[in-house]
């Protein structure tokens, strides 16, 4: 029913934003992935949408890119893949790691997302490996070098439990990783990798 809302972004939040559009506010649910690419509060942004409509729930789901979209569809086409574990994998991985992880038969990296067991892993590689062969001799990492492990998404986590929102947080973790790099240190070179005076 709904293609793309464009209006300004007057709310961020872990897992939604609100649009406001013609003074009217749009909660959106988002994935960690979309949330890096917003720009700041109160400016202008274009999600492209799916409506999820259930009896127990009535939502709209919003992404960067037509992109990631098409993966969301394709992930909750898959029997016993709902829209919360969908977003979930798009929040673990790029799309770009997430269809590497399933052209790589791994179903140990896709269960790391939250909700995704090892046999809904090794589902979503039986029924997308085909899909997704041509992409087989594509350079992953060259096309996303931002890869966030274990350690970054959990220094992100404790960045936002501090105040700064997602896309901050994320852009403090990315400035601040360096491999093998523990939590602790990492939550810390992030904090000292932006201006304590700026909005602290």
């Known amino acids: 029913m709904y293609e793309y809302i464009m209006g300004s972004l007057e709310e961020q939040a872990l897992d939604y934003v609100v649009i406001d559009l013609n003074h009217m506010g749009y909660k959106i649910k988002v994935s960690a992935n979309t949330q890096n690419e917003l720009p700041c509060l109160h400016s202008e942004v274009k999600l492209f949408l ?3 409509i259930k009896e127990d729930e009535m939502a709209l789901y919003g992404f960067a890119t037509t992109d990631e979209r098409e993966i969301f569809r394709t992930m ?3 029997s016993g893949i709902g829209p919360k574990a969908a977003i979930g ?3 673990q991985f790029s799309s770009n790691e997430l269809i590497s992880h399933i052209i790589n038969n791994d179903p140990k990296a896709i269960s ?5 067991g ?3 892993a090794n589902r979503i590689i039986l029924e997308l490996k085909d899909r997704y062969k041509d992409f087989a001799g594509v350079d992953f990492k060259a096309v996303n070098p931002r890869e966030i492990n274990d350690t970054a998404t959990q220094a992100i986590n404790g960045l936002v439990g501090l105040g700064y929102s997602v896309s901050e947080a994320s852009e403090m973790v990315s400035r601040a990783y360096v491999p093998d790099c523990g939590l602790e240190d990492l939550i810390k070179s992030a904090l000292r990798s932006t201006n304590p005076l700026k909005g602290r």
């Open 118 to 120: 090892l046999k809904t």
């Open 50 to 52: 799916h409506q999820v």
């Open 76 to 78: 909750i086409g898959i």
């Open 112 to 116: 790391k997302a939250p909700g995704i």
């Open 89 to 91: 994998l798009l929040s």
